[in-house]
Nanobody
């Protein structure tokens, strides 16, 4: 069992920055692919970024490439999302997810993740 707790969401002006953190419980954190997803009102949950267990492989949605950076610290059981040059369209609830090693489904799809945090609200004003 893995428990995830997100933090760092806030109200920020367009062009600003935020850093989201995801704290995980458990002793096998380094084996999980971690993903950051977001869900805006009336929309489906979508992938923002993902990072392999070792941290050596990262991938981003086209909409955030060059602005967001995903990272992880396996010694501290944390995953982070640095968000720069925020836009109003980035407004959403952001969730971190943990993908079980060898799990079914795609790591770019929410169904590929077994564990989720409660989410943290990011609001970007224009």
């Amino acid at each position: 069992q893995v428990q995830l707790v997100e933090s760092g969401g806030d109200l920020v002006q367009a062009g600003g920055s935020l850093r989201l953190s995801c704290a995980a419980s458990g002793r096998t954190f380094s084996t999980y692919t971690m993903g950051w997803f977001r869900q805006a009102p009336g929309k489906e949950r979508e992938i923002v970024a993902r990072i392999s267990g070792s941290g050596g492989i990262t991938d981003y949605a086209d909409s955030v490439k060059g602005r967001f950076t995903i990272s992880r610290d396996n010694a501290k059981n944390t995953a982070s999302l640095q968000m720069n040059s925020l836009k109003p369209e980035d407004t959403a609830v952001y969730y971190c997810g943990a993908r079980f090693p060898g799990g079914s489904g795609s790591s770019s799809n929410p169904t590929g993740y077994k564990y989720w945090g409660q989410g943290t609200q990011v609001t970007v004003s224009s």
